[in-house]
T-cell receptor
Framework: KQEVTQIPAALSVPEGENLVLNCSFTDSAIYNLQWFRQDPGKGLTSLLLIQSSQREQTSGRLNASLDKSSGRSTLYIAASQPGDSATYLCAVRGGYSGAGSYQLTFGKGTKLSVIP | KAGVTQTPRYLIKTRGQQVTLSCSPISGHRSVSWYQQTPGQGLQFLFEYFSETQRNKGNFPGRFSGRQFSNSRSEMNVSTLELGDSALYLC??????????????FGPGTRLTVL
């Protein structure tokens, strides 16, 4: 069974700081890895999707990397802003032959607070 | 394009009752997935429907069921509600076809409270 872990559970940083969120998964037979953000009481917004054959993806101030062999991904946020405050969730899409049978397995998230 | 819509947004039920939640995907999307989100367990996959067929199923009891209609709209049903079913229920849509991006678009969720 695929398990996804996100550390730390919560993070508080001053505005302007660069930061890294971590995600690890137990079964490397994945189809893709996705990062989402969730604002309080709201649904999820997709940030980045990395296919299993890719090493990283970038969108604006966000950069996500994937090391499938070690079961790790990082989300790098440059020059953080108060509007970045949210919970960031990592999700892994299992491969057909791996644990999870192609379903999305989520970590419990990192709650980020960016202090003005 | 309009986003994913879910109705109702809030629901209060009592134990033993049943409930039906609705999800309308983005136009053109054929895959709809359902998730349960609770503070303790986080986001857990319930099931996925594609072209009116259940394509994948998570580890939930048979009280949780769903269906998808020919216009890709989906409903999920929970029978014999328990207190532990109180949660935010999220649905997500995607094109769902080979070669298309797997990006999941989530609705705002239905907040179910069981008393």
């Amino acid at each position: 069974k695929q398990e996804v872990t996100q550390i730390p559970a919560a993070l508080s940083v001053p505005e302007g700081e660069n930061l890294v969120l971590n995600c690890s998964f137990t079964d490397s037979a994945i189809y893709n890895l996705q990062w989402f953000r969730q604002d309080p009481g709201k649904g999820l917004t997709s940030l980045l999707l990395i296919q299993s054959s890719q090493r990283e993806q970038t969108s604006g101030r966000l950069n996500a990397s994937l090391d499938k062999s070690s079961g790790r991904s990082t989300l790098y946020i440059a020059a953080s802003q108060p509007g970045d405050s949210a919970t960031y969730l990592c999700a892994v899409r299992g491969g057909y032959s791996g644990a999870g049978s192609y379903q999305l397995t989520f970590g419990k998230g990192t709650k980020l607070s960016v202090i003005p | 394009k309009a986003g994913v819509t879910q109705t109702p947004r809030y629901l209060i039920k009592t134990r033993g009752q049943q409930v039906t939640l609705s999800c309308s995907p983005i136009s053109g999307h054929r895959s709809v997935s359902w998730y349960q989100q609770t503070p303790g367990q986080g986001l857990q996959f319930l099931f996925e429907y594609f072209s009116e067929t259940q394509r994948n199923k998570g580890n939930f009891p048979g009280r949780f069921s769903g269906r998808q209609f020919s216009n890709s709209r989906s409903e999920m049903n929970v029978s014999t509600l328990e207190l532990g079913d109180s949660a935010l229920y999220l649905c997500a849509s995607s094109p769902g076809v080979a070669g298309a991006p797997d990006t999941q678009y989530f609705g705002p969720g239905t907040r179910l409270t069981v008393l």
